[in-house]
């Protein structure tokens, strides 16, 4: 499978809600493309999704390094950062 179909199925899983298996896409993309700015957005937002705040970060962070004007990671860290009881940061985020 390539990078291209992955990130397409971790996309539709994300839109099934099904965050487990978007994950998973992810993660095997990312085996062989660590810098898929994609895989590592949509790795996020399921993370997020599942309820895993500290991973999240870690990958919309990554997003943003890759890709510093990637609004969907900039919108996960405002999300992560009002589940972490943070309004000052989530603001700053937004």
Not at 38 to 45: C, M, P, V
Not at 56 to 64: M, P, Q, V, W
Not at 65 to 87: F, I, M, W, Y
């Amino acid at each position: 499978m390539d990078l291209t179909e992955l990130v397409r199925g971790a996309q539709e899983a994300m839109d099934r809600g099904d965050y487990h298996l978007a994950a998973r896409a992810c993660n095997h993309a990312l085996a062989s493309y660590p810098a898929c700015v994609s895989a590592h957005r949509i790795l996020g937002e399921a993370l997020l999704e599942r309820g895993e705040t500290e991973p999240a970060i870690g990958h919309f962070d990554r997003t943003l390094v890759l890709d510093p004007l990637n609004v969907v990671a900039r919108l996960g860290l405002g999300v992560a950062a009002e589940e972490r009881k943070d309004p000052g940061l989530a603001y700053a985020h937004y």
